[in-house]
């Protein structure tokens, strides 16, 4: 695309039109020295001054007006956080991500996986502790395996039980140290 220079017309960068000078924007002063701030990338100088000295992305008034109104609802930040927000939750709903997850690592330690999606989620769903009964949040939910699948317990429903962060940790500390001390590798 070649930008046409003339002192009356400017080749929108945009809609590719030849319209006059007067007709696309002029960066404000404020603009033009955040950009020139240290640390900020240099981006693309729009207004007639920058299309005489040969930006081809200088956009016209009304490409520009358009562009704006059509992505508006992108820029606002309540609408960004409410999108994220609105992900976030569709995410934490289904839980696929981690169940399909915990059957790959099962699979790839040579357990056999019987475990349905539905069982899953009821096993998530338990509100204690398995082994100390505190009630559980969902940020400190984790799910336990009652035989560990390296000592050849199966990924099914009867070898799972809802645990708190802590008791599956100490499950797993005090495995990895009585095997230790028995002088097994871990």
Known sequence: MHLAITETELECGKCHRMRPAAEYPVMSRAARKSRAKPGNPPGPRRGPRSALRGNRGAWCKACKKA???A??????????KKRATDLY???RETLLPTFWGSCHRAKKAGAVVTLTHD??????????CHWCGLAL???FRNIDHLVPLVEGGEHSKSNLVSA??????????????????KGASV
Do not use: G, V
Not at 119 to 128: H, L, V
């Open 164 to 181: 708190c962060a802590n008791c599956n940790m100490r499950r797993e500390w005090e495995r990895k140290t009585f095997k230790l001390r």
């Open 71 to 80: 992505h508006r609802a992108k820029q606002d930040p309540a609408a960004k």
């Open 137 to 139: 949040h969902e940020s």
């Open 119 to 128: 069982e899953w989620r009821a096993i998530n769903a338990e509100t204690e």
């Open 89 to 91: 939750l569709r995410h």
């Open 67 to 69: 562009y704006d109104r």
